[in-house]
């Protein structure tokens, strides 16, 4: 018997989840429960997820244990291991990973495998309206060059020089799978110091972020591993790295400056409630206490 809190359960030989959410689907209810946290309002989502390793994504990307995150509906037992291995790291504060032992039942390595296919592009992903996005300038980049670009093009509103953990690797890239992938552009994004940028930009900055990220990379001749600049893809995702990277404070600061406008956080709400809502695998109807 392995156990974490309250949850509880028998760990038999490992079974087959059935699939869990898209990454669409995923990253709007983030959006939901960030923009929620940052109104101080709650939310609780009218579906959610059942699926253990998409609970796990969840925390992680939100940095709640799953204890503290509003879950409504039973998550699904097909797997006894990985509802306890994602339990066990979904409930750490902040979240952990359980690592990428290939030895280990099939289960994470298969939702992976679906979440970054459906994520492909960031074509399917939810994009409202948002100003604010981050730069990451990763170690032995041309940072003063890149950050001349962005700032062609955004307006600075923080910038801090770290070194990357572990950790905050797996929580900036929770889907990446297979020992040898993870491991290296871990070992890459600790290798040295990166920069952090705040961005301001237009409604669509992080749209426009996304795109101007591939042509950044292609002028300064990035390769498949040291590809320099991280940008996220989608404005639930930002509003997360911000978060990870620049610091809590630091996105309630911003946010309560920039994206405040009750306009616009609506306009967010309602288009993640879309995608949130819409029928699919993996998920449990519950009463709607909405908020925000």
Same mark, same amino acid.
């Given at each position: 018997?392995?156990? &974490? ?20 689907? #995923? ?6 429960? $960030?923009?929620?946290? *940052? ?26 244990? $799953? ?8 998550? *699904?037992?097909?797997?006894?291991? =990985? ?41 399917? #992903? ?8 981050? /730069? *990451? ?19 600075? $509103?923080? =910038? ?39 961005? #301001?930009?237009?409604? &669509? ?10 042509? *950044? ?21 930002? $509003? ?11 996105? /309630? ?6 994206? &405040? ?32």
């Amino acid at each position: 018997m392995r156990g &974490h809190g309250r949850v509880a359960v028998v760990v038999n030989a490992p079974g087959t989840l059935p699939p869990g959410w898209d990454r669409a689907r #995923l990253t709007a209810a983030l959006g939901l429960l $960030l923009e929620a946290r *940052l109104r101080n309002r709650p939310e609780i989502l009218q579906v959610w997820p059942e699926h253990p390793w998409d609970r796990w994504w969840l925390a992680m990307r939100t940095g709640t244990p $799953l204890t503290e995150l509003p879950a409504t509906a039973p998550v *699904l037992t097909h797997c006894p291991d =990985c509802v306890a291995r994602a339990a066990l790291c979904a409930g750490e504060r902040p979240p952990s990973h359980p690592g990428d032992d290939e030895s280990a039942c099939a289960c994470r390595t298969e939702w992976a495998t679906a979440m970054r296919a459906s994520g492909t592009g960031g074509t399917c #992903l939810p994009r409202p309206p948002q100003r604010l996005t981050l /730069a *990451l300038l990763k170690p032995g980049s041309p940072a003063g060059a890149l950050r001349a670009r962005l700032r062609g093009q955004f307006t600075e $509103l923080a =910038c801090n020089e770290r070194t990357l953990t572990a950790r905050e690797c797996a929580r900036l890239y929770p889907d990446a799978y297979g020992q040898g992938f993870v491991a290296e552009r871990t070992r890459y994004l600790t290798s040295g110091p990166v920069q952090v940028l705040v961005l #301001l930009g237009p409604p &669509h900055a992080v749209d426009f972020g996304d795109r101007l990220k591939h042509v *950044l990379r292609l002028a300064f001749e990035a390769g498949p591993l040291i590809n320099h600049l991280h940008m996220p893809d989608n404005p639930a995702e930002a $509003l997360a790295d911000i978060a990870l990277l620049a610091g809590a404070d630091t996105l /309630a600061h911003v946010y309560e400056r920039w994206e &405040h406008d009750d306009r616009r956080h609506l306009a967010r709400m309602a288009s993640y409630r879309t995608y949130v809502d819409r029928p699919g695998p993996g998920t449990r109807m519950a009463a709607s206490r909405r908020g925000g």
